[in-house]
């Protein structure tokens, strides 16, 4: 007779074979999914000069279109079809989740809709997608047909206009579409791994070019040797940071429920250190980045005089000027305080504790608990924005004293590269656990069946 470790590893080799076979056809789908998206970063929008548009975009790649480019892989700076990348579907969960919070309508549909509450607003999201990649499609068209050489000659200003906006909100669409089916049918949340595909693509380039500017004498060698040090210091902070957890013991008292005893069990609300997740950086670069873009689309000759100090306030914001970091990283502290209250409502939580019998040790259920949840998370919200601001000017500081590449390792690429990468190993964590388990429980109810 088999023992039980003999009957535990049989078990463990068939649901082994299961959970691989699932996982391995996941993976695939996922890898298959990003290959699309990269092809489509090579695929030029209708009209445009690829060469003119590549010297229009060299003059302008430290304002927010660098940034968008670093997003999308690249995909700007060829004005392919991803040039919008799912930049207008974040900001569109960004506003539905504001609203969510302050307008009365959509705050009933996500405190008492459930899931159908989830699965509308998740639908205004979609629709206000579409509306502002549409807008952003047609500034852009409008945009590259007021600027000499970039659209070929003899092609109609109405015809770019229109294929423009079609192109990139049909780009755009698709990789919402895409990014939807990588969640359901492969591994990871399939939004963030397409920003994440876009920025590791850039990454290699950007090393490339840090290992050039060492050979041509512009960089020294030891400070490469210090950058690479410093990303992997930083690259263990942040798997440490966002590891990392404030629980909050929670009680439920014993009731009776018909003929039994329910409850008395001991649970915890599990509080991140850096609630606001990446959102904080990506504003603040947005809303820093802005003044540089519009200045380089304005001829410094045609200000008037009472603006001649607009050339010398908008250097003041660019990478590496001391300027630039101290209201980055006060941008950077807002944002993490004003998202964190956006996604986390310490006084809901109280009222969802109260309603179901939970209270914490020592602390009265409803306003107490809101103001001691408060409490708690503010304290966190100050570590963890000192730990983004931090992760996000070290770099900045490196690219002002050694003239590193402004975005080859970059405070918040890292960021979004290392949490992405954490979340999707986690899920195939989760999926071989699962399926083991699922593989366990068919095995055992075999065996019992044989048994009888």
């Excluded at 210090?226 to 957890?245: D, G, K, P």
């Excluded at 008292?253 to 018909?258: A, I, L, N, T, V």
């Excluded at 954490?422 to 083991?436: E, F, G, K, P, R």
């Amino acid at each position: 007779m088999a023992s039980a470790a003999e009957q535990l590893a049989a078990n463990m080799n068939i649901a082994s074979f299961q959970k691989a076979t699932e996982l391995h056809k996941r993976i695939w789908f996922t890898i298959i999914a990003l290959v699309v998206f990269r092809l489509g970063t090579y695929v030029p929008i209708p009209g445009i000069n690829p060469e003119a548009f590549a010297s229009a975009f060299a003059g302008q790649s430290k304002g927010i279109l660098g940034m968008f480019n670093m997003f999308s892989g690249g995909a700007v700076e060829r004005m392919a079809i991803f040039s919008l990348n799912v930049m207008p579907y974040i900001s569109a969960s960004i506003i539905v989740q504001l609203m969510g919070s302050v307008y009365p309508p959509w705050e009933k549909l996500k405190k008492e809709g459930g899931e159908a509450g989830r699965k509308t607003l998740n639908q205004y999201t979609r629709y206000l997608a579409v509306v502002l990649a549409v807008v952003q499609s047609f500034s852009i068209a409008v945009g590259l047909q007021s600027q000499e050489g970039l659209v070929v000659s003899g092609v109609a200003p109405a015809f770019f206009v229109a294929s423009t906006v079609v192109a990139l909100t049909g780009g755009t669409l698709f990789l919402m579409w895409l990014g939807e089916q990588i969640t359901s049918r492969g591994v990871g949340n399939g939004v963030s791994l397409i920003i994440f595909a876009g920025i590791v693509a850039a990454l290699p380039r950007g090393v490339a070019n840090m290992f050039e500017m060492v050979r041509v004498g512009s960089m020294q060698g030891f400070s490469l040797f210090v950058i690479f040090a410093l990303a992997v210091v930083v690259v263990a902070a942040i798997v440490f940071i966002e590891r990392s957890q404030r629980r909050l013991l929670i009680h439920y008292p014993k009731r009776q429920q018909g003929n039994r005893m329910v409850g008395g069990e001991s649970s915890f609300i599990p509080l991140k250190i850096n609630t606001a997740g990446v959102i904080p950086p990506i504003f603040a670069s947005s809303l820093l980045l802005l003044p540089t873009t519009a200045m380089q689309f304005l001829a410094t000759a045609q200000l008037p005089n009472w603006a001649s100090w607009l050339p010398t306030a908008v250097g003041a914001l660019q990478h590496g000027q001391p300027t630039f970091m101290v209201i980055y990283a006060a941008l950077i502290i807002f944002f993490s305080f004003f998202y964190t209250s956006v996604v986390f409502n310490p006084d809901e939580t109280a009222e969802n504790l109260r309603k179901y019998g939970g209270f914490m040790p020592g602390i009265r259920p409803g306003k107490r608990t809101a103001e001691y949840l408060d409490y708690v998370l503010t304290r966190l919200t100050v570590i963890g924005a000192a730990y983004i601001t931090a992760v996000c000017i070290i770099p900045e500081v490196l690219m002002g004293a050694m003239g590193a590449t402004q975005f080859a390792l970059g405070g918040t690429s890292i960021l979004i590269v290392v949490t992405v990468t954490m979340d999707t190993v986690a899920q195939i964590q989760s999926h071989l656990l699962a399926h083991q388990y699922e593989g366990l429980i068919k095995k055992s109810k075999l065996r019992g069946g044989r048994g009888r």
